[in-house]
T-cell receptor, first 114, second 116 residues
Framework: NAGVTQTPKFQVLKTGQSMTLQCAQDMNHEYMSWYRQDPGMGLRLIHYSVGAGITDQGEVPNGYNVSRSTTEDFPLRLLSAAPSQTSVYFC?????????????FGPGTRLTVT | AQKITQTQPGMFVQEKEAVTLDCTYDTSDPSYGLFWYKQPSSGEMIFLIYQGSYDQQNATEGRYSLNFQKARKSANLVISASQLGDSAMYFCAMRDSGAGSYQLTFGKGTKLSVIP
């Protein structure tokens, strides 16, 4: 199993550009989520999905869109990049949405918006 | 109010000694999970240990153990026999129903440095 994969690993964008961060998992996990990590802080939830076709907002959803057309893939779209979106982005998945299941994290995407 | 509080921004420990990283949490859900993750300088998030709110015994995984005191809402991580490779950021996290999101809520982390 590859686990949770993310592409790209690094990205530099200009303000106003759009892009999609890719996330895929091969563990047939029901729950997938996107977090961002800023310096000196823990991870904060952007969007999550409890299954194909079902998505919802997390703590910091503004400026981001998601969709989940398959169990495996959960892309994150930045609509119009802003310097405040400079961060490290982690995709995570877990077997179930229930509280007893740990989330497995991808390696992260380091995004810089200039 | 913060749901997860880690009061130690940085800790130092001598190699081969034990160290305790503090974590307190706040939730009104009766069912929740507590997790510790390690983030080395390479950046990945590594799951270390899990404790369920209904578990009677403290969780252990190799050199890691979780000192769970439910009444005090505390879930401290104990690392025994520290190794140089233990130098990293450590995050405490909780997963409860969270208004349906079942998200992991993270503390701000503790940076552990192991001294040879």
């Amino acid at each position: 199993n590859a686990g949770v994969t993310q592409t790209p690993k690094f990205q530099v964008l200009k303000t106003g550009q759009s892009m999609t961060l890719q996330c895929a998992q091969d563990m047939n996990h029901e729950y997938m989520s996107w977090y961002r990590q800023d310096p000196g802080m823990g991870l904060r939830l952007i969007h999550y999905s409890v299954g194909a076709g079902i998505t919802d907002q997390g703590e910091v959803p503004n400026g981001y869109n998601v969709s989940r057309s398959t169990t495996e893939d959960f892309p994150l779209r930045l609509l119009s990049a802003a310097p405040s979106q400079t961060s490290v982005y982690f995709c995570a998945s877990s077997y179930s949405h229930r509280e007893s299941y740990e989330q497995y994290f991808g390696p992260g995407t380091r995004l810089t918006v200039t | 109010a913060q749901k997860i509080t880690q009061t130690q921004p940085g800790m130092f420990v001598q190699e081969k000694e034990a160290v305790t990283l503090d974590c307190t949490y706040d939730t009104s859900d009766p069912s929740y999970g507590l997790f510790w993750y390690k983030q080395p300088s390479s950046g990945e998030m590594i799951f270390l240990i899990y404790q369920g709110s209904y578990d009677q015994q403290n969780a252990t995984e190799g050199r890691y153990s979780l000192n769970f005191q439910k009444a005090r809402k505390s879930a401290n991580l104990v690392i025994s026999a520290s190794q140089l490779g233990d130098s990293a950021m450590y995050f405490c996290a909780m997963r409860d129903s969270g208004a349906g999101s079942y998200q992991l809520t993270f503390g701000k982390g503790t940076k552990l440095s192991v001294i040879p």
